[in-house]
């Protein structure tokens, strides 16, 4: 299976800071990859697909770049409603052993 | 609005079944893949299984290939994961989701349940 690790597996910022999470894979996966939010107590919430393409609806202070192994999600002016924890998951072994990141936990 | 519930999460003994529900409403539930993606409390998401539009195509995650099923109806606009001889380890907030896909092999969960909590314990 691909393995995906993100670091750091937590941060702590303040409002207005730029915040940049890493996700890494352990083999190239193109642009097959999706970032989620997790705030505490709900369902995680799509935030950018195929690596950086912003989801419906969501803040543009959230951007995704990167291809082959190495992805990056970034918040440009981190916000208190972010608080959060983010998951990367790569789709290139579709449909099946699909995988997520360890997870990144955000704390204002 | 579109939205997916899932139903039927519970408290069962290690060796015991239990089949989740997960009810999906406006949106054409017959146009789309669908997922089944666990979360262990306090831990990170794991990938459980998918299933294709017309129920041919079903993949699982290897820790449960043989112990769960994943099926649908679409009539019912209903997704389902029969659970058999369940095991402590599969304790967690059971979740679906709906698969979008654009150019292979690139595709996305784009739209969650609020889960629905197993327990395995004696």
């Known amino acids: 299976d691909i393995q995906m690790t993100q670091s750091p597996s937590s941060l702590s910022a303040s409002v207005g800071d730029r915040v940049t999470i890493t996700c890494r894979a352990s083999q190239s996966i193109s642009s097959s990859l999706n970032w989620y939010q997790q705030k505490p107590g709900k369902a995680p919430n799509l935030l950018i697909y195929a690596a950086s393409i912003l989801q419906s609806g969501v803040p543009s202070r959230f951007s995704g770049s990167g291809s082959g192994a190495e992805f990056t999600l970034t918040i440009s002016s981190l916000q208190p409603e972010d608080l959060a924890t983010y998951y990367c998951?790569?789709?290139?072994?579709?449909?099946?052993?699909?995988?997520f990141g360890g997870g990144t936990k955000v704390e204002i | 609005e579109e939205q997916l519930v899932e139903s039927g999460g519970a408290l069962v003994q290690p060796g015991g079944s239990l089949r989740l529900s997960c009810a999906a409403s406006g949106f054409t539930f017959s146009n789309y893949w669908m997922t089944w993606v666990r979360q262990v409390p306090g831990k990170g998401l794991e990938w459980v299984a998918n299933?294709?539009?017309?129920?041919?195509?079903?993949y699982y995650v290897d820790s449960v290939e043989g112990r769960f099923t994943v099926s649908r109806d679409n009539a019912k606009d209903s997704l389902y994961l029969q659970m058999n001889s369940l095991r402590a380890e599969d304790t967690a907030v059971y979740y679906c989701?709906?698969?979008?896909?654009?150019?292979?092999?690139?595709?996305?969960?784009?739209?969650w349940g609020q889960g629905t909590l197993v327990t395995v314990s004696s």
């Open positions: 989701a709906r698969i979008l896909s654009g150019r292979p092999p690139n595709n996305w969960f784009d739209l």
């Open positions: 299933i294709k539009q017309v129920g041919s195509e079903k």
């Open positions: 998951q790569q789709s290139y072994t579709t449909p099946s052993r699909l995988t």
